[in-house]
């Protein structure tokens, strides 16, 4: 009889805590659905300014692409007139043309961007919440070694998202635009849509603060033990080989755009090997103190 009643205590026992963390877990869901909610309906409310914030880059690469008359300028002209059209925002000049062609296109459109920056702007509460949940199961030294990633992740991925908007945008789009074909009584322009363009402003945001996001995933490999600073250094070569691939990838085939992306991605390798390397020090150290205090006196 007391066997039968000790194992219902210690199935209660467990069910207990079980019911706390769903309770948690339910009211962090909570949380995150309803900053979510917020975000989405803030963004959508302002959809259209916040798309012709997003089409500003193709202004920009339009004031380049009619100063240079053809748009076949060398690279360090691009970027000269890149920089000075970033600094000193575009006026007057001829109006720039977008279109849709389905009734309810732009609409759709709106809808994708408000998710997207409602993804975007509720990620420090999403992140705070996930830390929230999980914090309770680490030791304190854990803690505070996870904490700092909740800051670093956020601003890695707006470097990333403003390397796209005042670089690579108005690349990609100078470089479309310089594909127009005009004589011979034919023209060919281009007229892109709108939702075409938007999807490909998010995606390049996506990929490039993803990417961007390589010290926080391998310093978090490297706490976890599944990755050292040596293999990292020995992999250098390798990487720097997928580096450049992925720039032949994403960018158009110019070599200044390829190099805006793939600069960067190698510094922050090199910056995440000496997070690694930096961790190992520490738990070497804590290691060495740990068996100091085991030998007697």
């Known amino acids: 009889m007391s066997k039968v009643m000790d194992e219902e205590a210690e199935i209660e026992a467990s069910r207990a805590p079980l019911l706390e963390h769903l309770t948690e877990l339910r ?158 009584g034919i023209q060919v322009q281009m007229l892109p849509r709108i939702a075409e363009y938007l999807q490909l402003v998010t995606a390049l945001i996506l990929a490039f603060g993803l990417s961007f996001q390589l010290p926080v995933v391998v310093t978090l490999l490297g706490m976890a033990g599944m990755i050292s600073s040596k293999t990292l250094a020995s992999g250098r070569r390798y990487a720097i080989v997928g580096v450049v691939v992925l720039a032949a990838i994403v960018t158009p085939p110019d070599p200044i755009s390829q190099l805006m992306l793939a600069v960067p991605l190698v510094l922050l390798y090199e910056v995440s090997i000496w997070c690694v390397r930096l961790i190992e020090l520490r738990r070497r150290k804590a290691e060495g103190d740990e068996h100091e205090d085991e030998v007697p006196a």
């Open 27 to 184: 009211s962090r869901l909570i949380v995150s659905v309803v900053a979510f909610i917020a975000a989405f309906l803030l963004c959508f409310a302002f959809a259209e300014p916040i798309s012709l914030f997003l089409f500003h880059p193709f202004r920009v690469a339009n004031t380049i692409f009619q100063s240079q008359g053809s748009g076949h300028g060398h690279g360090l002209e691009l970027l000269t007139a890149l920089i000075q059209a970033t600094a000193a925002p575009p006026t007057g000049g001829e109006p720039l043309n977008l279109v849709f062609t389905a009734p309810l296109e732009f609409f759709f459109a709106k809808l994708k961007l408000a998710g997207f920056g409602a993804v975007v702007l509720c990620f420090p509460v999403l992140a705070w919440q996930l830390y929230r949940f999980v914090a309770p199961g680490l030791y304190r030294r854990e803690r505070g070694a996870f904490l700092p990633f909740l800051f670093a992740a956020p601003l890695l991925f707006l470097l990333g998202a403003a390397l796209v908007y005042y670089v690579m945008l108005p690349f990609v789009l100078w470089f479309s635009l310089s594909q127009q074909i005009t004589g011979e």
